[in-house]
């Protein structure tokens, strides 16, 4: 079936891991406002790297598509908090998660709190009726991102 119309979002996380760090970057500058009082405003950028494959199925419309969060294994997380140079985090920007390292499966909303219509928690998988096989959904799949 091609041509899916409706946005499916999809709970992705990596297999084994409850908490996992998605890297960014963040920086403070201040503003004045029309009083003239200073305020620190923050603002954060979300690291982003071409998708692999099963990433590239789900975020494969839209502005920012066939694009993914940087996610790392343990220990290059840790060299994330620790680099100190460029070719320290060559390895980092390199590094592409493996399909199966990934969990994923389509839940019925990832914002705000609506009830289900199955009453069963946000993030449990949640069977979107006629929705084709993941990488056959034709060009109109929207996801999460």
């Given at each position: 079936m091609h041509g899916w119309k409706k946005k499916v979002p999809y709970f992705i996380g990596e297999k084994g891991r409850e908490i996992f760090y998605i890297l960014g970057l963040y920086q403070w500058h201040e503003i004045?406002?029309?009083?003239?009082?200073?305020?620190?405003?923050?603002?954060?950028?979300?690291?982003?790297?071409?998708?692999?494959?099963?990433?590239?199925?789900?975020?494969?419309?839209?502005?920012?598509?066939?694009?993914?969060?940087?996610?790392?294994t343990p220990e290059l997380e840790q060299q994330w908090l620790h680099a100190q140079d460029e070719e320290s985090l060559m390895?980092?920007?390199?590094?592409?998660?493996?399909?199966?390292?990934?969990?994923?499966?389509p839940v019925y909303t990832l914002r705000g709190y609506p009830n289900r219509p199955d009453g069963k928690h946000r993030y449990e998988p949640y069977q979107w009726s006629d929705l084709p096989p993941l990488g056959q959904d034709g060009p109109m799949q929207q996801s999460l991102f």
């Open positions: 004045v406002d029309q009083e003239g009082e200073i305020h620190k405003i923050g603002s954060i950028g979300m690291l982003t790297r071409e998708t692999n494959t099963v990433m590239g199925q789900i975020h494969n419309d839209g502005p920012n598509k066939r694009r993914m969060p940087l996610f790392l390895p980092i920007f390199n590094y592409e998660m493996p399909d199966q390292a990934l969990e994923y499966y």
